[in-house]
């Protein structure tokens, strides 16, 4: 009739597969959730430092003599807004040149768009600057380029004024 065999205590080869296969479902939303990590450190890493030379620019601009404004933007009207002179802000250019240089190395689709801004407050009577606000808005792209679209447009917008301690209110 029947033999009795005996059973080894081990896995066939369906058990095996099976746990690999199930292993391997396990194992790809960490996979996932790793490289989405990993993308979001890089851009608030930019976000983190386009910010960072932004209030770089504003400081630098902030230690120029009040008198260096008045003689360039001295005829500006109370609350014209104007292009800060690239003279007022030498090293934070070159700093920002440099971060371009180098995120274009890593990525070949990086873009940095820089623009400073400033505007002018007087008291009428004395036509006196007696504030300046500085914003600087940068614009850049991330995991992409401007060209062809694919990348996300990220903008950074900081903003201080600087007020004249000689002026006459």
């Given amino acids: 009739m029947f033999k009795n065999y005996k ?12 746990a690999i296969l199930i ?26 430092r386009a910010t960072r030379l932004a209030q770089e620019l504003i400081e630098e601009c902030k230690h120029i003599p009040f008198k260096a ?5 001295g005829e ?7 292009e800060v002179n690239e003279d007022f802000y030498k090293e934070t250019k070159k700093s920002i040149e440099a971060f371009m240089k180098e995120e274009a190395k890593n990525s070949k689709e990086f873009f940095l768009d820089v623009k400073p801004t400033l505007k002018v407050y007087k008291n009428e009577p004395y036509n006196q600057i007696t504030e ?4 600087v808005e940068m614009t850049f792209f991330d ?11 990220r903008t950074i ?7 004249n301690p000689e002026a006459i209110y």
């Fill in 157 to 163: 917008k900081v903003s201080n004024a600087y007020h």
């Fill in 69 to 73: 404004y008045k003689d360039t933007y």
């Fill in 76 to 82: 500006l009207a109370d609350g014209d807004e104007f």
């Fill in 132 to 135: 300046v606000w500085f914003k």
């Fill in 7 to 18: 059973r080894k205590n081990g896995a066939t080869l369906i058990e095996i597969v099976m």
């Fill in 23 to 48: 292993l391997a479902c396990a194992f790809i939303p960490i996979l996932r959730l790793v490289d989405y990590g990993s993308v979001n450190t890089a851009k608030i890493s930019n976000y983190a």
């Fill in 143 to 153: 995991m992409g380029n401007k060209d062809n679209g694919k990348g996300e447009k």
